[in-house]
């Protein structure tokens, strides 16, 4: 109930976000356009919508997810013994026994867990819980921000390629009806003159 409570709230920012991205791309096209957006742009905007909201509910994740780091730092503490550096055995089979403890509070930590870099984990292992709690603490917060800045990043490129694509649609459609208006008075111009001219030969 926990994990699925909070993949539905996730779910529910990623609409919220990405109605935000949207509707900031319909008014910067509809500034750049003049208002006058072409129906593609439309269909644009609907693909943003879905993209936007796919990777707003993965930040919102990353966002919860940030939260449970101090949670983990707990978890952690006493399940590593204070133990010397010729335990090193112990000290690993402890460590296995905490990943399997925080997988089995936070089963979504489990891709986050296994980037980890262990290479520098014998050195503080021997200082104990508190110890290993904050250089895994480190560890997952470091990969947290990255993984929310990454969506960051294709929130605001798919930002940048809508409004461009919204902006150039709506040009084209523009122009599209000016070429559109002019032949048409161009043939109301012709078919008066070509009535005038038989009324004059009358």
């Given at each position: 109930m926990f994990v699925?409570?909070?993949?539905?709230?996730?779910?529910?920012w990623g609409i919220v976000i990405a109605l935000g991205v949207t509707a900031i791309v319909f008014v910067l096209g509809a500034v750049f356009t003049g208002g006058r957006l072409s129906p593609l742009a439309y269909a644009v905007l609907l693909v943003l919508f879905v993209?936007?909201?796919?990777?707003?509910?993965?930040l919102s994740g990353g966002l919860y997810t940030k939260g449970y780091v101090d949670?983990?730092?707990?978890?952690?503490?006493?399940l590593i013994p204070d133990l010397s550096e010729t335990n090193l055995q112990a000290v690993a089979a402890s460590y296995d026994?905490?990943?399997n403890a925080i997988i089995d509070e936070y089963p979504?930590?489990?891709?986050?867990?296994?980037q980890i870099d262990l290479s520098q984990l014998s050195s503080y292992l021997p200082?104990?819980?508190?110890?290993?709690?904050?250089?895994?603490?480190?560890q997952l917060r470091a990969l947290v921000t990255d993984y929310v800045l990454r969506r960051v990043y294709w929130l605001l490129g798919f930002m940048l390629l809508a409004t461009l694509a919204v902006v150039l649609l709506g040009r084209r459609h523009d122009r599209a009806d000016s070429v559109s208006g002019y032949d048409?008075?161009?043939?109301?111009?012709?078919?008066?003159?070509t009535s005038y001219g038989s009324a004059d030969d009358y």
């Open positions: 699925l409570g909070n993949l539905l709230a996730c779910i529910f993209l936007a909201a796919v990777q707003g509910t993965l949670d983990v730092e707990e978890i952690i503490t006493p026994e905490v990943q979504m930590l489990l891709p986050l867990l296994s200082q104990g819980g508190g110890a290993v709690a904050t250089y895994v603490g480190n048409s008075s161009t043939w109301a111009y012709d078919g008066e003159s």
